[in-house]
């Protein structure tokens, strides 16, 4: 079996593996890259493959980062089925045309700045329609249960306490003459303290885990779903005190319902005062609903149904609705999407608000290298929305402890209950730094250090019983391993041009302005 890593490789987006056994070719996951121009890019690229000669997909959870490019892979031709727990199925059928929709309102935007400048306008990844196309592939599996993908291929899916519908994927191919291949896909793990899910499972006795990395540098402080209430307490305390709104960056799908439980619970405790909560995200809305259908397959989905109605909840379907809530004065919560407010109605929320010292942004989740939420929580004072250059006065704040994913010791605890593992560990869906740190902690308490790989993008695996190997890329690599992760030069030109802006507007008067500029000028004409 060969195992192709063609996203999430030194990254946490982008995830997406081409299996290929025997004579199948099966992708686990087809995920959209996030975080820098550079890495985005990838997305408007063609596939590293045929898509024609994929048999089928397997997906391990609904998350844009996941499955944010199926509607593409559909168009490019894809016919086999998309293989997906039931609660991920319906989850997809209102994300991906809601990605869909905003592919096409940014090209629209962008479209009309290229035609001021000249340049020729540039097409969506995908439409909204197509989207709604690719459903039609979409086949349910239930957890535990063996399905037949192919001549002597099979996979199993394994909740994986992130999300609801959320899996880990066992796949076992036959082998000549010994017994079967077995390799197991992580997906995104949850962590232990969680409102709606048990602690995630798998099988043990394998040749591959593919496990990602997300916290492999970092272990958060115990904490439990009330201990995990009690921070955003403080938080919406603090807030209140400024005066001005709050805004939560948050996903869509199981964060927001989460926030949304424990700020009605702390509110009808009387913890923090009772003030408006603007729902400000109609996939969100439409992601509730699916909440409801599947309240009977979470824990505490009595207690989600009871505060999806709480009296303090408003839900702002239109973009009219949501253009109101610049109107609003004093202290009220916005929740809007997306949670690392790289597009959707936070936007232009952030773009009103960052500029007011009264105002606070609470993340909530993970924020992924050259994203806008990133930028906010690593300092910068000034930020590009929607080409405006906007000041940030706003209290930027942030709790890990409501993340969907495993820290470094639950994933090292996940890991070991995978035990034996014959061939290797190899880590994924990590930032440069957490998996350096998460590389010798596997090492020490799970496998050999030598049966650990850190796969860089389109590298491919060998596994063969009882050991995996890297045997470099099938094809060169899409990009260098040093241009995967971090920022790239679009945000240190961004970064440039607003200090630049912030030196000419504490400049005395316009000849130190002018003499600024010529210095940059000369240097401009030195630069052969």
């Known amino acids: 079996m060969r195992v192709h890593f063609l996203g999430a ?42 898509p024609a000669t994929i048999d089928a997909v397997l997906l ?15 168009r490019a031709g894809f016919s086999g089925p998309i293989h997906a727990t039931a609660a991920t199925a319906d989850l997809c059928s209102i994300m991906l045309p809601d990605s869909g929709h905003i592919q096409e309102m940014e090209v629209e935007q962008l479209n009309r700045r290229r035609a001021r400048r000249g340049n020729e306008p540039v097409e969506p990844i995908y439409t909204a329609a197509d989207a709604v196309a690719c459903m039609s592939l979409f086949s349910p599996v239930g957890y535990d249960d063996w399905l037949d993908v192919g001549p002597g291929l099979r996979a199993r899916w394994w909740n994986a306490g992130h999300i609801l519908g959320s899996a880990s994927i066992e796949i076992e191919a036959d082998a000549e003459g010994g017994p079967p291949l077995r390799v197991l896909m992580s997906g995104d793990l949850g962590p232990d303290a969680k409102l709606f899910h048990p602690d995630p499972d798998g099988p043990t006795g394998l040749d591959l885990v593919v496990c990602e990395a997300t916290y492999g540098d970092r272990d958060r402080p115990p904490v439990t779903s009330a201990g995990r209430r009690a921070l955003l307490v403080e938080e919406v305390q603090a807030a209140a005190k400024r005066g001005g709104p709050l805004l939560i960056p948050c996903f869509a799908v199981e964060r927001t319902q989460e926030i949304l439980a424990d700020l009605m619970i ?26 409801r ?29 949501s253009r109101s809530l610049e ?41 992924a290298e050259a994203t806008l939420g990133r930028l906010l929580l690593d300092g910068a004072h000034s930020v590009t929305i929607q080409g405006d250059v906007v000041r940030v006065q706003a209290r930027v704040r ?40 998460f590389v010798p902690a596997v090492g020490a308490d799970v496998v050999a250090p030598d ?49 630049l802006y912030d030196e000419l507007g504490s400049a005395a008067d316009d000849k130190a302005r002018r003499v600024i500029l010529r210095r940059l000028k000369r240097a401009l004409e030195a630069k052969d």
């Open 327 to 367: 109107r609003l004065r004093g202290f009220h919560i916005i929740i809007a999407a997306s949670g690392m407010a790289e597009a959707g109605r936070i936007r232009h929320h952030l773009k009103n608000h960052l500029w007011r010292p009264s105002t606070t942004v609470l993340f909530v989740g993970y924020q």
């Open 9 to 50: 490789a030194h990254v946490v987006t982008g995830s997406c593996f081409l299996i290929e056994s025997g004579r199948l070719k099966v992708l686990v996951d087809c995920g959209m890259f996030q975080g820098s121009k550079t890495l985005k890019e990838l997305n408007y690229r063609d596939f590293p493959f045929d």
């Open 266 to 291: 702390a509110m009808d405790r009387g913890a923090i005062p009772r003030a408006p909560v603007f729902l400000d995200s109609p996939l969100a809305i439409r992601a509730s609903e699916i909440f």
């Open 60 to 74: 391990t959870h609904a998350h844009i980062d996941h499955a944010g490019l199926l509607p593409k892979l559909f």
């Open 451 to 499: 049966r650990v790989l850190a796969p860089h993008l389109d590298d491919v695996v060998e596994v063969r019983p009882g050991t995996a190997r890297i045997v470099g890329p099938s094809r060169p690599a899409r990009l260098p391993a040093d241009r995967v992760g971090g920022l790239d030069w679009n945000n240190d030109a961004t970064a440039f041009l607003l200090a």
């Open 398 to 437: 942030s709790i890990e402890a409501y993340s969907g994913h495993a820290d470094r010791g639950e994933l090292i605890d996940w890991l070991k209950a995978r035990r034996p593992v014959r061939g290797a560990v190899a880590l994924v869906h990590g930032e440069e730094r957490a998996i350096t740190a």
């Open 293 to 321: 259908r599947h309240a009977g397959d979470l824990e505490e989905g009595e207690t989600l149904l009871r505060h999806l109605d709480g009296q303090s909840v408003r839900f702002t379907e239109s973009a009219a609705e």
